[in-house]
Antibody
Framework: VHLVESGGGLIRPGGSLRLSCATS????????LNWVRQAPGRGLEWVAY????????YYAESVRGRFTISRDNVQNSLSLRMTSLRAEDTAVYYC????????????WGQGTLVAVSS | IEMTQSPSSLSASVGDRVTISCRAS??????LNWYQQKRGKAPQVLIS???SLQSGVPSRFSGTGSGTFFTLTITSMQPEDHATYYC?????????FGQGTNLEIQ
């Protein structure tokens, strides 16, 4: 199982960015997925969830209305569209697979850094 | 659901027994998971559903609890256990994490 994030970078406040998570080694369409972020020197913050079919989506209050999670079950990829970016969105963003009825995060990517600064 | 860990930092010697607590602001049944994160790395799951040890995780790690109070125990601290530990509830979204416990070697 591999998850590899990409798309991070330096962006000005108010800007937009799209993160991607490429996956391999498992039946992508069978698993729900999440984005989790970690601001520099801070703890983990769950950001968004998408079910295996894409029909159920949840967001953290801090990003609702600004971020959009989506998936492509043909390309085996996960995305996070981020708009109206703020300095407080600066973080390493991880994609993580959820497993089982308990939906714990069993595999994580290495993360991609998003820095929001003027 | 708010997750509160204690302590936020801890220093232990090799061979010590270490216990980290996690309290949920409401009942989360057994939907409690523990992760370990080493510096500069992605988190890794240690324990799911309160007490299910993940494959490859040493047996010195164990978890207990139910409802709102949970603990992670390391029976004999090892140098490689130097890391930050997070609890997380997967009972209902948002799937909140505790603030983390930084475990250092004394």
């Amino acid at each position: 199982v591999h998850l590899v994030e990409s798309g991070g970078g330096l962006i000005r406040p108010g800007g937009s960015l799209r993160l991607s998570c490429a996956t391999s080694g498992f039946t992508f369409s069978s698993y729900s997925l999440n984005w989790v972020r970690q601001a520099p020197g801070r703890g983990l913050e769950w950001v968004a969830y998408i079910s295996s079919s894409g029909s159920t989506i949840y967001y953290a209050e801090s990003v609702r209305g600004r971020f959009t999670i989506s998936r492509d079950n043909v390309q085996n990829s996960l995305s996070l569209r981020m708009t109206s970016l703020r300095a407080e969105d600066t973080a390493v963003y991880y994609c993580a697979r959820a497993y089982g009825g308990n939906a714990y995060f069993d595999f994580w990517g290495q993360g991609t850094l998003v820095a929001v600064s003027s | 659901i708010e997750m509160t860990q204690s302590p936020s930092s801890l220093s232990a010697s090799v061979g010590d027994r270490v216990t980290i607590s996690c309290r949920a602001s409401q009942s989360i049944s057994r939907n409690l998971n523990w992760y370990q994160q080493k510096r500069g790395k992605a988190p890794q799951v240690l324990i799911s559903a309160v007490s299910s040890l993940q494959s490859g995780v040493p047996s010195r790690f164990s978890g207990t609890g139910s409802g709102t109070f949970f603990t992670l125990t390391i029976t004999s601290m090892q140098p490689e256990d130097h890391a930050t530990y997070y609890c997380q509830q997967s009972f209902s979204p948002p799937y909140t994490f505790g603030q983390g416990t930084n475990l250092e070697i004394q």
